[in-house]
């Protein structure tokens, strides 16, 4: 079955850095776009990054632009963020979610049918 | 980008009880609406696509309706299990949007 498992989530102090993972499994992870979405404590839901099938076609909210950075591995089944200059803003959980395709998609864009646990990130001094 | 309001932010129900919760876009997305419920501490559980299509699995309590700018989850008959927070998401375009969510609380 799907699964996505997110890793790498801890305490920093303001202006450091962490690198989150998602491991994919169950699907054929090359060929969905992948998304991080993050939630605020008490706070709805914002999608921060997402990547398309190979890597070439990134993009970030406004909020995280410049600082954060998206990747995957195909070959490993694995998405990451790379996340830079950590504010207290960013003190979130972390979801890595799949971007399904196909028949009921909009031509553009579809809805997010697989999420992992996340991982929370806090960011105090 | 494309701006999904919720409301209510709140609804106090008690089970048994039919509940509705709105979802608007600031611009037509056609049918192109999915519906989360998130319990705390757990990730959202991907409920409805395309504003009205049950994801297989859901139970059929659950129903969407709407399309362009104004979209309805309808829970009929509130279970104890369906205390949660839920939210709607957008794919017309891109950024995914989502609501703020609309938490269904007990009366």
């Known amino acids: 079955q799907v699964q996505l498992v997110e890793s790498g989530g801890g305490v920093v102090k303001p202006g450091g850095s962490l690198r989150l993972s998602c491991a994919a499994s169950?699907?054929?992870?090359?060929?969905?776009?992948m998304t991080w979405i993050r939630q605020a404590p008490g706070k709805g839901l914002e999608l921060i990054s997402y990547?398309?099938?190979?890597?070439?076609?990134?993009y970030y909210a406004d909020s995280v632009k410049g600082r954060f950075t998206i990747s995957r591995d195909n070959a490993k089944k694995a998405l990451y963020l790379q996340m830079n200059s950590l504010r207290a803003e960013d003190t979130a959980v972390y979801f890595c979610?799949?971007?399904?395709?196909?028949?009921?998609?909009?031509?553009?864009?579809?809805?997010?049918?697989?999420w992992g646990q996340g991982t929370l990130v806090t960011v105090s001094s | 980008d494309i701006q999904m309001t919720q409301s209510p932010s709140t609804l106090s129900a008690s089970v048994g009880d039919r509940v509705a919760i709105t979802c608007r876009a600031s611009?037509?997305?056609?049918?192109?609406l999915a519906w989360f419920q998130q319990k705390p501490g757990k990730a959202p559980k991907f409920l409805i696509y395309?504003?009205?299509s049950l994801k297989s699995g859901v139970p059929s309590r659950f129903s969407g309706s709407g399309s362009g700018t104004e979209f309805t989850l309808t829970i009929t008959s509130l279970q104890p299990d369906d205390f949660a927070t839920y939210y709607c998401?957008?794919?017309?375009?891109?950024?995914?949007?989502f609501g703020g969510g609309t938490k269904v609380e007990m009366k």
């Open positions: 979610a799949r971007e399904d395709y196909g028949t009921y998609c909009s031509s553009i864009s579809c809805y997010l049918d697989y």
């Open positions: 169950g699907f054929t992870f090359g060929d969905y776009y």
């Open positions: 990547i398309n099938y190979g890597g070439s076609t990134t």
């Open positions: 611009q037509s997305i056609s049918s192109w």
């Open positions: 395309n504003a009205s």
């Open positions: 998401q957008q794919y017309n375009s891109y950024p995914l949007t």
